[in-house]
């Protein structure tokens, strides 16, 4: 996993418990890696996942709760970073549509050896779309969270149903997601 991943959960576990305990959490995480994670580096799938069981342990929550509140933290710094591949869309589903071709062209360019996930599409009708996640990596918990973020940036609220899932033996995480009216600005 690239290393902006791991800065990405560093500052979410720094906003809600403090640096002092990130510390403790990579002290006691048993990481591989002994080195800082930088943005460009790739590290062990199995360092993030450890880092992130430590992290649960000292937050209390489960594992698939942490990795949604994780996925909703990353949306604004993704999108003040990347501002390219948000700001060109005014609704969530124009934008979640290209999620798939964005990760496996520019992603894949920018950050050297990325093994980004795969996503497919079905627009059933037009407050509709379903959304098929593929990867080794299985973190549908962190899609879910992503897909909260993305609903908040936009305005737009996204109920979404998980119909099948890789944790539980499917051949890949789908979600029907269904688009609210956008809602009104103060
Ligand atoms: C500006 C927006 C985004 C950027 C720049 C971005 C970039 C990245 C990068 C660099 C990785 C690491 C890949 C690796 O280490 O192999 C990644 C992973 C991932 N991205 Fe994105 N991403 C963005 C938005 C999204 C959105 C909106 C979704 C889904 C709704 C998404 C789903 C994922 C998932 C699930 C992973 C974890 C790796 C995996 O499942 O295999 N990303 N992304």
Avoid: W
Avoid at 1 to 20: Q, R, W
Avoid at 82 to 107: G, I, N, Q, Y
Wanted: proline letters at 8%; aromatic letters at 12%.
């Amino acid at each position: 996993m690239k290393g902006i991943i791991f800065n990405l959960f560093e500052d979410f576990v720094v906003e809600k418990l403090g640096a002092e305990a990130y510390e403790e959490i990579l002290a006691s995480a048993g990481l591989q890696t002994t080195e800082p994670f930088v943005g460009p580096g790739s590290y062990p799938d199995e360092d993030l996942f450890a880092l992130v069981a430590s992290a649960v342990k000292r937050m209390g929550v489960p594992t698939a709760e942490a990795l949604r509140a994780f996925g909703r933290f990353c949306i604004p710094p993704l999108a003040r970073r990347f501002p390219r591949f948000m700001t060109p869309h005014a609704h969530p589903k124009d934008f979640l549509l290209t999620v798939d071709a964005f990760h496996s062209t520019e992603v894949n360019k920018l950050f050297d050896g990325a093994r980004c996930p795969r996503f497919h599409y079905e627009t059933p009708t037009p407050d509709r779309l379903v959304m098929r996640y593929e990867s080794e990596r299985r973190m549908c918990a962190l899609v879910e969270g992503l897909l909260d973020g993305v609903a908040t940036y936009y305005g737009v609220p996204i109920e979404h149903a998980q119909t099948s899932c890789m944790l539980h033996g499917d051949p890949a995480c789908v979600f029907d997601l269904t688009f609210a009216a956008r809602e009104a600005t103060p």
